[in-house]
Structures are given as structure tokens and as C-alpha cells.
């Protein structure tokens, strides 16, 4: 069954180093997201992205975010500087065609900065 | 503001009785639902989801849910748990107040449940 990944499973870095978080979604889904889990807290969305463009993105994700698809495969996140608020679980998830609504998750990459 | 609720942080319930955890939502419009499960160090797995039709809808693992527009409410059931079932479960609503290609899902703060044997 296709999934979704996420590479690395667990990055550290130090305050204002820039991280770059990968994801390769399943293939023929079109829709792709970027949430965020603090710990002990609720997932919270980041942004959205369809046809090689943001299609909507939350007060979270301000000008120290930005998504990319490179490639025809991988979807990344990346953060220029980052700050202790940053440290959280990253989920990458996709979708598919218009009527398809289910969102299918990749398995996190956990981010701490130190 | 379009709102998920889960009223229980946890729910503990013994391996073969029935469990049932709570969701109610707040949103404009017709609601788009679904129930995802977390297993410790895992990523959100999909369970479920109402989009129309059947108020009762059934999905993984043995798992439903009931679909009640009067309540606002979207509790997910099983009705023998079993040890395995023991993650963190949670509710969240498709973003419908904006048109077009925004997906957004809103969620709920989880709900813990525990199946002991």
C-alpha cells in the first residue's frame, strides 16, 4: 500500500540554523500539507499546496517558512532560522483527487532546537 | 470559527466492552469529518470519514462512527476493544468555509484511550 515519508525521523539543530524537512507523498495524490504537533498539544495546519503553488497557510507559517517541490516527488519545509518555539513533530500529509477528502500522513519528523 | 471538541482526555475501558469516544464540531455548512489514529511514535492514521450519506459509517480496524447533526457530534465506537486499540485518537473537520483548493483540517486535542486486558 502506498505511503507517505519522511525523512529524517528525528533532526537537531541550534537556534537560527536553517533545517530543511523532507517528505515524498503518494504519487498520483495532487494536494499536500505541511502540521505541526508541540508536544501535548493539538495538531496545528501550516500550509497547503496544489499545483506548485501555497493555496493557503496559516499565521504560523510566516516568512521564516517556505514549501518547495522540486521534483516530481518530494515536497520539503524549510526553516531559515530556527527558534525553540520551532521544536515540534512535523507531519507531511497529501490527498488525492477532488473527491477524495482524506488526508494520508507521513510518520513525522520530530524537530528539536536546542 | 469552525470548532472540533473532544470532551475526554482519556477514556480507559476493559478489552472486550464496548468504547466510545466523543467528538462534537462547530462549523458553517455541512461538515466533512474524520477520525484518525496515533500509535506512540507513529505518524496520524487515517480511521474513518463522513462526507454524506449513512449517518453511521464504518472504517479500520473495526472502528465506526455516528454521524448526529442535531448534536453536532461525531463519536467513534467499537463495540469489543481490544489491548490493541490502546493510541491516542483524534477528530478533526475539513476547513469548508473557504472555496476552492484549501483542505485544511481542523483538529480536535485527542483523546487517550487505554484498553486494559
Known amino acids: 500500500e502506498p505511503e507517505v515519508t519522511q525523512t529524517p525521523s528525528h533532526q537537531v539543530t541550534q537556534m537560527g540554523q536553517e533545517v530543511i524537512l523532507r517528505c515524498v507523498p503518494i504519487?498520483?495524490?495532487?494536494?499536500f500539507y505541511w502540521y505541526r504537533q508541540i508536544l501535548g498539544q493539538k495538531v496545528e495546519f501550516l500550509v497547503s499546496?496544489?499545483?506548485?503553488?501555497?493555496?493557503?497557510k496559516s499565521e504560523i507559517f510566516d516568512d521564516q517558512f517556505s514549501v518547495e517541490r522540486p521534483d516530481g516527488s518530494n515536497f520539503t519545509l524549510k526553516i531559515r532560522s530556527t527558534k525553540l518555539e520551532d521544536s515540534a513533530m512535523y507531519f507531511c500529509?497529501?490527498?488525492?483527487?477532488?473527491?477524495?477528502?482524506?488526508?494520508?500522513f507521513g510518520p513525522g519528523t520530530r524537530l528539536t532546537v536546542t | 470559527a469552525q470548532s472540533v471538541a473532544q470532551p475526554e482526555d482519556q477514556v480507559n475501558v476493559a478489552e472486550g466492552n464496548p468504547l466510545t469516544v466523543k467528538c462534537t464540531y462547530s462549523?458553517?455548512?455541512?461538515?466533512?469529518l474524520f477520525w484518525y489514529v496515533q500509535y506512540p511514535n507513529r505518524g496520524l492514521q487515517f480511521l474513518l470519514k463522513?462526507?454524506?450519506?449513512d449517518n453511521l459509517v464504518k472504517g479500520s480496524y473495526g472502528f465506526e462512527a455516528e454521524f448526529n447533526k442535531s448534536q453536532t457530534s461525531f463519536h467513534l465506537k467499537k463495540p469489543s476493544a481490544l489491548v490493541s486499540d490502546s493510541a491516542l485518537y483524534f477528530c478533526?473537520?475539513?476547513?469548508?468555509?473557504?472555496?476552492?483548493?484549501?483542505?485544511?483540517?481542523?483538529w480536535g486535542l485527542g483523546t487517550s484511550l487505554a484498553v486494559n486486558p
Open positions: 499546496f496544489y499545483n506548485n503553488e501555497i493555496s493557503e
Open positions: 500529509a497529501s490527498s488525492g483527487q477532488v473527491k477524495t477528502y482524506e488526508q494520508y
Open positions: 462549523v458553517s455548512g455541512n461538515p466533512y
Open positions: 463522513y462526507i454524506t450519506g
Open positions: 504519487s498520483n495524490h495532487l494536494y
Open positions: 478533526a473537520v475539513r476547513d469548508i468555509l473557504n472555496a476552492g483548493n484549501n483542505r485544511k483540517l481542523i
